[in-house]
T-cell receptor, first 114, second 116 residues
Framework: NAGVTQTPKFQVLKTGQSMTLQCAQD?????MYWYRQDPGMGLRLIYY???????DKGEVPNGYNVSRLNKREFSLRLESAAPSQTSVYFC?????????????FGPGTRLTVT | AQSVTQLDSHVSVSEGTPVLLRCNYS??????LFWYVQHPNKGLQLLLK??????LVKGINGFEAEFKKSETSFHLTKPSAHMSDAAEYFC??????????????FGIGTKLQVIP
C-alpha cells in the first residue's frame, strides 16, 4: 500500500497563476482532508470531504476550491495564487469523520508563490 | 471552544535521558487525543491516540502519554531519548462539531532536539 500520495512535491508559482494539487489514497477511506502548515501555526484545515460526493469548508478556505473526484482522489485548486498561500500543503484521509479515527497524512507539497 | 496548547515550542534533551512534551487541551465534549510526529521534510505519522479507554496510552517507538481529565492534559513521555527521536511533535484534539462531524485542532508543535 502506498497510503496517501500527493503530487507535486514542490511547486513555484507566480502571483495570479493557478494550479491543482493532487491527492490519492489507497486505504478505502471515506474521509479526506486538506491542510496547510505554516511556521508557528500548526496545521490548519482548508477543506474536507466526509464522504464521496460531499465537501465542506474548514478553518481557512478562502482562495481555495476542492473536488472529491471519486473515493480515492481529492484535489485542491488555487485559482489565483497569492504570496500568502506560500505554505506546505498536506492531504490526509481517515476511515470516517467520527472523532476517534486517526488521520493518515501524505508527504506534503511545498508551494512557493512569488 | 476547542483548543490545544503545547507548552514548549522547543525541548532539548541529551541522548539517553527522559523526554517530556507537554500538552493541555480544552473541549466541550469528551475528546479523542492524538500525538503525531513529523520528521524533517516528511508527513505526519501517528504516535499514539486516546479514545476514552485506558488513560495511559502506549505508542510506537517507546512513547506513551497519560490522559488526565482533571488537569486537561495529555503529556507525551519517553524514558530514554534516542537520536532518531529528533523531530517535531504535534498534539491534536478531536471532538464533534455541531454538524456531527469530526473537528480536529492541532497544537503549534514542539521541536525536540536530542544532543549526543
Amino acid at each position: 500500500n502506498a497510503g496517501v500520495t500527493q503530487t507535486p512535491k514542490f511547486q513555484v508559482l507566480k502571483t495570479g497563476q493557478s494550479m491543482t494539487l493532487q491527492c490519492a489514497q489507497d486505504m478505502n477511506h471515506n474521509s479526506m482532508y486538506w491542510y496547510r502548515q505554516d511556521p508557528g501555526m500548526g496545521l490548519r484545515l482548508i477543506y474536507y470531504s466526509a464522504s464521496e460526493g460531499t465537501t465542506d469548508k474548514g478553518e481557512v478556505p478562502n482562495g481555495y476550491n476542492v473536488s472529491r473526484l471519486n473515493k480515492r482522489e481529492f484535489s485542491l485548486r488555487l485559482e489565483s495564487a497569492a504570496p500568502s498561500q506560500t505554505s506546505v500543503y498536506f492531504c490526509a484521509s481517515s476511515e470516517s469523520t467520527w472523532q476517534n479515527y486517526e488521520q493518515y497524512f501524505g508527504p506534503g507539497t511545498r508551494l512557493t508563490v512569488t | 471552544a476547542q483548543s490545544v496548547t503545547q507548552l514548549d515550542s522547543h525541548v532539548s534533551v541529551s541522548e539517553g535521558t527522559p523526554v517530556l512534551l507537554r500538552c493541555n487541551y480544552s473541549s466541550s465534549y469528551s475528546p479523542s487525543l492524538f500525538w503525531y510526529v513529523q520528521h524533517p521534510n516528511k508527513g505526519l505519522q501517528l504516535l499514539l491516540k486516546y479514545t476514552s479507554a485506558a488513560t495511559l496510552v502506549k505508542g510506537i517507538n517507546g512513547f506513551e502519554a497519560e490522559f488526565k481529565k482533571s488537569e486537561t492534559s495529555f503529556h507525551l513521555t519517553k524514558p530514554s531519548a534516542h537520536m532518531s527521536d529528533a523531530a517535531e511533535y504535534f498534539c491534536v484534539v478531536s471532538d464533534l462539531n455541531s454538524g456531527g462531524y469530526q473537528k480536529v485542532t492541532f497544537g503549534i508543535g514542539t521541536k525536540l532536539q536530542v544532543i549526543p
